[in-house]
């Protein structure tokens, strides 16, 4: 079954918080292993996947990404074009340099500049999935997936300074 | 036919279910009594508060609480407090190099303290002794069984230090119903109270644990948003920054001791007073506030960043929920106004409301009618993950993941023939293993020999509610599936622990006889106190004859309870004036029971 079906809704990139929220809740109220001192193992499994599918659905690149691999694509195979690569590439070195001077004021100027890419990128994704086109959704999406990878390290770095 | 036994609090087959705040000064038993959480007494002379100090004597006793305080100042290494801050931890840990009057025993593993009177001792075996102590206490207070316990733990401890505070729950012979977070507990015990929905923040400094969490309470679900802390950091330290102004070049674990318990008191009395005397010398609020900033500046980011994760702005909360002794701290309170832009709540007693609200967990999870009422969603503090080359970690479950939760990964082998793999499993949000804190190692084999990146094995996480981790891994391409058994690295084995409960019943059996003998004392003072009661409310029911025949029994139950140590003989004594006072009982019953039906209050 997929996160979708699990909520009863279609798949889609766009979903109302409010009432996946709430569906959430009533899952939730109806398998929690507290619920159901009877069956706490098969409470606690039923559980575990309401959590992993709300977990997924509620975060938008997750849910994109999500909707993506449902339709057979893998974005781990999927291979940039090389200009995108050394893009990265320039913004990682720069990324570096600022680590190593301990600049912090820089390290969160260059991930503002990704937030901002990721978030264009992301827009294209699910604008290209509404109109059904997976090749371009891949291309855009795998970007992102890039992009959240360089945010996670920023992420760790912060996290290191704190 | 009823007794007066069962006029209130018929005996629940498994005993009450109480809560506990297992804390780093002090500790607290709670039970629900009709349907209000209430703290039990815990310590001698009726004290709510149990302080977090266990004495071990040259003659193998053990004393608990107070009484242990008292040995402080001659046995300061014999003398354990604070040691909730060594759940979980390893011997040469951090923390064990900070101030202190500990003695600690060599070795690798799990921190030991040198004691004197025998072996030394865990903190997890310490802990026992606190939990121990106020399972006793609670037995004394329903005199009847407690067997069941929700016990909390900071939102911040780790995987390791969950499993020893469920461990020193077992030593203590406590069924831990559920690990519940403290700044949970503190919010179930708010949002009941007062029966309001929206976004609250909880701030949780205790004696050496901070904790913030942002829960949201709609429709009875009671959801953790995100939490953060700092497992290691609390107002213990806000006494050594104290007693650092009095302490020479190289002071005795005495001077320390004395030094440490002087500059609490100077702490406490600063949140009234703006001026105090340290050991004879004189330290103003302004001083103190100035000492303890870097401090309280690092709960700050802490706050801001669990905020973030639960992408929320300060402005949007609908309360502010002050928990922890250290929150009395005019500065802490000031700063937490500052960093939320609102004046904190801390109507229920700071110190009591984890407590009360572990007993409503407690009753919520035992008590079948309660079960409707509201459900706690929570989450892991910090992430787990495996190392992968070049030591760097895969996060497999992110921080703020909602329990219980599941994830697997599949993993390739990297040469050819590869028959083992490696598996390190550690938590933390840092990049490289080694700043994370590793929880287990463990080696798959038996994998077939097959071409490098042939090999597939895939590696669940699983949290339960508790937010325990345990680790499974399936080699997929023969779908052989391998059992492993996780072998905590810092905490004590399932072998060891066994030990522990065995040594510990084989010392407890003369405690044993003096706890039933004194549980039947109690079960006699109420059924004295009850039948005084009765005679003077309704002896009108009552013949003279039969009267005089119930105060006969009364007064050589009464004798006997304070004569014999046969508890059997005390309890034989109490069925039999039960049984008597039948009668009695079913007259009082209807006469209730008219009076309720013609509308007059009983």
């Known amino acids: ?162 | 036919m009823k007794g007066l036994l069962q006029i209130h609090d018929p005996l629940k087959p498994k005993g009450h279910a109480v809560g506990i705040d297992l804390g780093t000064t002090n500790s607290l038993v709670a039970g629900v009594i009709h349907g209000k959480p209430v703290c039990l007494e815990a310590d001698e002379g009726g004290a709510k508060l149990l302080p977090s100090v266990v004495h071990y004597g040259r003659d193998g006793g053990v004393l608990v609480g107070q009484r242990a305080v008292a040995q402080m100042p001659q046995h300061p290494t014999d003398t354990l407090k604070s040691v909730k801050r060594f759940m979980g931890k390893s011997h040469g840990d951090a923390e064990t190099k900070k101030l202190g009057a500990y003695k600690f025993a060599g070795g690798t593993g799990v921190v030991r303290f040198e004691v004197s009177g025998g072996q030394p001792v865990t903190p997890i075996e310490v802990s026992g002794e606190i939990l121990r102590a106020l399972k006793r206490r609670a037995e004394s207070h329903f005199a009847g069984k407690v067997e069941q316990a929700v016990i909390t733990v900071p939102a911040y401890f780790d995987d390791a230090q969950r499993q020893a505070t469920k461990d020193a729950g077992r030593l203590a012979g406590l069924e831990v119903l559920r690990l519940l977070n403290e700044p949970t507990a503190a919010a179930l015990a708010y949002g009941l109270d007062k029966g309001s929905q929206g976004h609250f923040a909880v701030y949780d400094l205790g004696g050496g644990t901070f904790d913030i969490s942002i829960l949201e309470l709609t429709d009875g679900v009671f959801q953790v948003k995100s939490v953060g802390g700092d497992s290691a950091l609390g107002g213990d330290d806000f006494d050594r920054a104290l007693a650092g102004l009095v302490l020479g070049e190289k002071p005795t674990p005495a001077e320390i001791s004395t030094a440490l318990q002087a500059a609490r008191a100077a702490k406490e009395r600063l949140t009234t007073e703006t001026k105090v005397d340290l050991l004879g010398r004189t330290v103003t609020r302004d001083e103190f506030d100035a000492l303890i900033r870097p401090l309280i500046e690092k709960t700050g980011v802490a706050c801001r960043r669990a905020l973030k994760d639960a992408e929320l702005k300060a402005g949007e909360l609908d309360g502010v929920v002050l928990v922890g002794g250290s929150t009395r701290v005019p500065a802490v309170r000031r700063f937490v106004a500052e960093v939320f832009g609102r004046e904190p709540l801390a109507d229920i007693d700071p110190d009591q409301v984890v407590a009360l609200g572990a007993a409503v967990q407690a009753d919520l999870l035992t008590n079948a009618e309660r079960r409707d009422e509201v459900l706690l969603l929570d989450v892991i503090p910090l992430s787990l993950g495996l190392e992968t080359m070049g030591g760097v970690v895969e996060k497999l479950i992110p921080r703020n993941s909602t329990i219980p939760i599941g994830q697997a990964q599949v993993f390739t082998t990297f040469q050819d023939g590869q028959n083992a793999m490696d598996i390190h499993v550690v938590q933390g949000e840092r990049e490289l293993v080694e700043d994370c804190r590793s929880l287990a190692r463990f080696r798959l084999t038996g994998i077939p020999a097959l071409p490098a990146g042939i090999g597939r094995v895939e590696v669940k996480f699983s949290v339960d509610a508790d937010g325990i981790l345990s680790v499974s891994a399936k080699e997929q391409s023969t779908g052989i599936e391998q059992k492993i058994t996780v072998k905590p690295t810092h905490g004590l084995t399932d072998d060891e622990i066994e030990q522990m409960l065995l040594d510990s019943i084989d010392h407890a059996e003369d405690d044993i006889q003096k706890r039933l003998l004194r549980e039947q004392q109690i079960e006699a003072q109420r059924i004295l106190i009850d039948a005084a009661k009765q005679l003077s409310e309704n002896g009108d029911l009552l013949e003279p004859a039969e009267r005089a025949e119930l105060e006969a029994s009364m007064r050589s139950l009464e004798a006997l309870s304070k004569e014999t140590t046969d508890h059997h003989r005390l309890k034989q004594a109490i069925v039999g004036l039960d049984e008597q006072s039948k009668p009695f009982v079913e007259r009082i019953m209807n006469r209730a029971i008219s009076r309720a039906v013609v509308g007059q209050k009983v």
């Not at chain 1, 990404?65 to 893009?87: A, H, I, Q, R």
């Open chain 1, 1 to 162: 079954m997929s996160h979708f079906e699990l909520f009863g809704l279609a798949p889609s990139v766009d979903l109302d918080m409010a009432s996946l929220e709430a569906k959430y809740r009533e899952l939730s109220l109806a398998n929690h292993p507290d619920r159901n001192p009877a069956d706490r193992v098969g409470a606690a499994s039923r559980t575990a996947n309401i959590n992993e599918a709300f977990k997924v659905l509620k975060h938008p690149v997750r849910r994109a990404f999500y909707l993506l691999g449902l339709k057979g694509v893998d974005l781990e195979k999927v291979s940039m074009p090389m200009e995108f690569l050394e893009g990265i590439l320039e913004q990682r070195e720069a990324l570096e340099a600022a680590m190593a001077e301990k600049n912090f004021v820089k390290v969160r100027g260059l991930a503002a500049q990704i937030e901002r890419d990721s978030a264009v990128a992301l827009s294209a994704g699910q604008a290209s999935l509404r109109a059904g086109d997976v090749a371009a959704a891949t291309s855009a999406l795998a970007k992102v997936r890039y992009f959240g990878r360089f945010l996670e390290e920023v992420e760790a770095i912060e996290e290191d300074a704190a």
